[in-house]
């Protein structure tokens, strides 16, 4: 059988995932084009990676990135254009040596953004615009990141409308985790509404979707897509994966190597709770415009480095040798349930 999840999911929504440029070979590169028909620079793309010193980029992996995608004809989702970490130091240090001032560090962010998204204006159909503001503590509302400490919120308005002027076309994106947990919701939540009411240019909420076996449930996930589709912005699922440890409980106590062992019983969970995610996003296709896979197999997942390094985990939907899981059947096999 020659189909993929790309061609079951033909009618709901294009299927992605998260790449490095060393993946775009061998076993791997045959994986992707069998499986997938979208794209994520896994990191090529971040402001440091790609202007590591102001005004000189570089391009090499990105653009081998994107290459590989319209060589085979795979839709790319930009990721991203302004987020607290990854970006390099330059950024926040004028000539002088001291911080810069607001209006300084705003001309930087649309340089940067401009040249970016100008570079691929045509190829990259949708952009991750901005990234993680909101605070995990619920009785915070921003982070309390570089960006917000020396332009206030308006960083995020600007990025928006800088990004919008480069490329009129491309979809633009706000994109953070834990949106499914109530309290971080109900402030992505008024923070988009904001952004709406004063009409800047976004099309749509980015849920990372690092998920786990216990989290979310049905009941949040759902609250999650009508709530942010509610204002009539669009969803795209950035990152799904499904950590085999809980996140906030056993994981940091763990050791590396302890309890890392991928039980049947695993295997069972993970797959239901896959199945469960999926069945959802068919009921919302309307809204749903990608669901995109953070990295390909468990051969190499940002997991394993976090955070527990050297900890091995298995969240994604093939096996260390790529061949499909449990988990990738309950999420194909859909139409005979
Ligand atoms: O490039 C350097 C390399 O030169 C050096 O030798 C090596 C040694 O540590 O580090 C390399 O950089 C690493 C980079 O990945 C490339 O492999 C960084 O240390 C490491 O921190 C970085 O991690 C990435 C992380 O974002 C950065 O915070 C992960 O690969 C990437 O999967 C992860 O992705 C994020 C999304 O962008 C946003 N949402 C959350 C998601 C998971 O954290």
């Known amino acids: 059988d020659n189909r993929g999840l790309k061609d079951f999911y033909r009618s709901y929504f294009p299927i992605g995932v998260a790449v490095a440029p060393r993946n775009l070979a061998g076993d791997e590169a045959q994986l992707i084009k069998k499986q997938f028909n979208s794209i994520t620079a896994e990191n090529a ?19 081998s990135i994107v290459n590989f995608a319209v060589r085979n004809g795979i839709k790319i989702r930009g990721h991203n254009l302004c987020w607290h970490e990854q970006t390099p130091n330059w950024m926040f240090i004028g000539k002088d040596g001291k911080q810069v001032t607001k209006e ?6 649309k340089d940067h953004i401009t040249t970016v998204v100008n570079r691929y204006k045509g190829k990259i159909y949708a952009w991750d615009v ?17 960006w917000y400490q020396i332009c206030g919120q308006d960083f995020i308005m600007k990025a928006f409308e800088y990004a919008h002027s480069a490329d009129p076309d491309a979809k633009l994106y706000y994109n953070d985790y834990n949106t499914e947990r ?17 009409g800047v240019p976004i099309d749509g909420v980015g849920l990372q979707a690092h998920w786990s076996l216990q989290e979310p449930t049905e009941t949040e996930l759902r609250a999650a897509i009508e709530r942010y589709s ?22 940091r106590n763990r050791k590396p190597g302890e309890a890392d062992e991928f039980t049947p019983e695993l295997a069972q969970k993970q797959a ?5 995610v999926f069945k959802i996003f068919r009921e919302y296709k309307n809204v749903i415009t990608n669901v995109t896979f953070w990295n390909i197999s468990d051969r190499h997942t940002w997991l394993d480095e976090y ?31």
């Open 45 to 63: 793309m971040k402001m440091g990676p790609i202007q590591p010193r102001e005004g000189q980029f570089y391009w090499k992996d990105a653009d």
């Open 104 to 109: 300084v560090l705003l001309q930087r962010l």
């Open 130 to 146: 901005v990234n993680e503001t909101i605070d995990d503590d619920p009785s915070k509302y921003f982070r309390d990141s570089k």
């Open 182 to 198: 109530p309290e971080k919701r109900e402030r992505i939540y008024k923070l988009l509404k904001n952004l709406k009411d004063k």
């Open 230 to 251: 509610s204002m009539g912005l669009k969803i795209q699922f950035t990152e799904v994966d499904m950590s085999i440890y809980p996140w906030e409980k056993n994981s």
């Open 272 to 276: 239901a709770q896959y199945a469960m």
């Open 307 to 337: 955070p527990v390094m050297g900890r091995k985990n298995y969240p994604l939907l093939f096996d260390t040798h790529l061949q499909p899981k449990k988990a990738y059947w309950e999420v194909i096999n859909f139409k005979n349930k």
